[in-house]
């Protein structure tokens, strides 16, 4: 059975870094994409960044780009992301997602806090 449980989040303040993780089971990561979105409240889901199975190309969304790094452990069977330069508007609820089979599958989501 598939699972992915997201860890990490938390409360910093702006300009702050946290590292995500998104642990799988069920399956092996290595043969598949992996992404980050994220939602905040009264907002829709919003793609944050992917990474693909072949040769690990990543992709941003333009909010993040330089600032969040996207990277996969297949051993761990764990992937990250790394957020840096945090800002409020970077305050959202983060979750994990792959497909496999052409069947979305998601982490329940961890919480990020951006305040002063």
């Known amino acids: 059975q598939v699972h992915l449980v997201e860890s990490g989040g938390g409360l910093v303040q702006p300009g702050e870094s946290l590292r995500l993780s998104c642990v799988a089971s069920?399956?092996?990561?290595?043969?598949?994409?992996m992404s980050w979105y994220r939602q905040a409240p009264g907002k829709e889901r919003e793609l944050v960044a992917a990474?693909?199975?072949?040769?690990?190309?990543?992709n941003y969304a333009d909010s993040v780009k330089g600032r969040f790094t996207i990277s996969r452990d297949d051993a761990k069977n764990t992937v990250y992301l790394q957020m840096t330069s945090l800002k409020p508007e970077d305050t959202a609820m983060y979750l994990c997602k792959t497909y496999i089979n052409s069947n979305p599958y998601w982490g329940q989501g961890t919480q990020v806090t951006v305040s002063s």
């Open positions: 069920g399956f092996s990561i290595s043969g598949y994409a």
């Open positions: 990474i693909f199975r072949t040769g690990g190309v990543e």
